[in-house]
């Protein structure tokens, strides 16, 4: 059976050091700013976790809820606010946006040196050329890695990773991440052909389809690590009538008997998201104080 990767347990550990870096900044506090815009339930949820993480952390945290039918316009003139406001070291804003806001355009807006969620071109692209040293690394591909350290160490040199999944939010960026660690790197998505096969070779894999459980065991090469991003809330009948319940990407038993370490679904990636924009917002502070940038 595989050893389970507890992801709640090493973001309580990343948060404690966000915590005593805080504390030891002197003068300032980290200041984090959340923009939300519409009532999506799911997005509440998270929302109001990282609210409650930030302040547990110590940061000054805001948080802007927006009715849903506010303009791209204003949203727009809050960022530029929140962009000219030294108190703000970090600024998120939730996706998906409402279809007539153009989520390409309010991402740009956002300076990259606030850019917490590491979606600006200007990290795109510092992580893709691989200086790490200076980018805003997207929280969820940031989180997965450190995942990945826990059970293989910090070499991951010539071990194969697949990563099934190639948007800009996590596919991509885990690609590019483990590319930088020496891994040999797949991309697998829609287009895949024989993706159980192409699965099957990796030391490292990572499902980030959303897609509830299309990763089967036969798909995982033995004593592989696999990482579970997917996020799908689906019908638990078992639990009651219109009852629901988290699951992963992966077929987590059936996978979990052949891997070698796997991440639960929930208490895997998902909190992990939540403490490296802690990581990232507490970096931020510090440069813009000019200190040494922190290292997680
Ligand atoms: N744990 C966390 O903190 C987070 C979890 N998530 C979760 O991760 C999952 C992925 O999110 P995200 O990257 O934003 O999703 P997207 O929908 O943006 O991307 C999904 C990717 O999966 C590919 N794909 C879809 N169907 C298949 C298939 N049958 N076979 C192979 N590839 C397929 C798509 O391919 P193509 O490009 O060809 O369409 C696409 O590249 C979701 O469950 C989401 O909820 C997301 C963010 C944070
Ligand atoms: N600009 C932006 N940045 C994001 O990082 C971002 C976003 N928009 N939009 C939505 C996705 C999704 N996301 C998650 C964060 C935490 C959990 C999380 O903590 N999950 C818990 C379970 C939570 C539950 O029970 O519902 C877990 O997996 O254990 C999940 C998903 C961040 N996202």
């Keep these: ?6 992801g709640k347990k090493v973001a309580e550990d990343v948060v404690g050091k966000v915590k005593a870096l805080t504390a030891a900044l002197a003068g300032t506090k980290p200041g984090l700013a959340v923009v939300i815009v519409g009532e999506d339930p799911a997005s509440q949820v998270y929302v109001a976790s990282k609210s409650r993480t930030a302040k547990e952390c110590g940061f000054h945290s805001v948080q802007h809820t927006l009715k849903a039918e506010t303009s791209e316009a204003e949203l727009l003139g809050i960022i530029a606010d929140l962009n000219a406001d030294s108190a ?26 606030k850019d917490v ?12 050329a ?39 939010i996590v ?36 499902a980030a389809v959303g897609r509830p459980e299309m990763v089967k065991g036969d798909w995982v090469k033995p004593g592989a690590t696999v990482i ?14 219109g009852k629901t319940r988290l699951v992963g ?20 990636v998902g909190p992990m998201t939540i403490a490296m924009l802690m990581a990232n917002t507490v970096i931020s502070a510090y440069l813009a104080a000019g200190l040494d940038r922190p290292s997680f």
Excluded: W
């Design 130 to 168: 691989g200086e790490l040293e200076t980018a805003f690394v997207p929280c969820t591909p940031a989180g997965s890695m450190l995942l990945i350290e826990r059970v293989r160490g910090k070499d991951l040199s010539g071990l194969n990773a697949v990563v099934v999944g190639r948007s800009n």
């Design 228 to 241: 579970d991003v997917g996020i799908n809330r689906i019908a638990a009948p078992e639990k009651g009538e």
């Design 1 to 6: 059976m595989a050893d389970v990767i507890d």
């Design 249 to 268: 990407d992966v077929a987590y038993a059936e996978a979990a008997a052949v891997a070698g370490a796997i991440t639960p679904v929930p208490g895997g």
């Design 88 to 113: 703000i070291h970090g600024i998120l804003v939730q996706l998906p946006l409402p279809d007539h806001i153009d989520a390409g355009k309010v991402i740009q807006a956002i300076a990259p040196e």
């Design 171 to 206: 596919g991509k960026p885990m690609a590019n991440l483990l590319l930088a660690a020496n891994c040999t790197v797949t991309i697998a998505h829609s287009r895949t052909k024989d993706l159980p096969a192409l699965a099957r070779t990796a030391d490292i894999l990572v």
């Design 117 to 128: 969620d590491g979606f600006h071109f200007i990290n795109v692209g510092k992580l893709g």
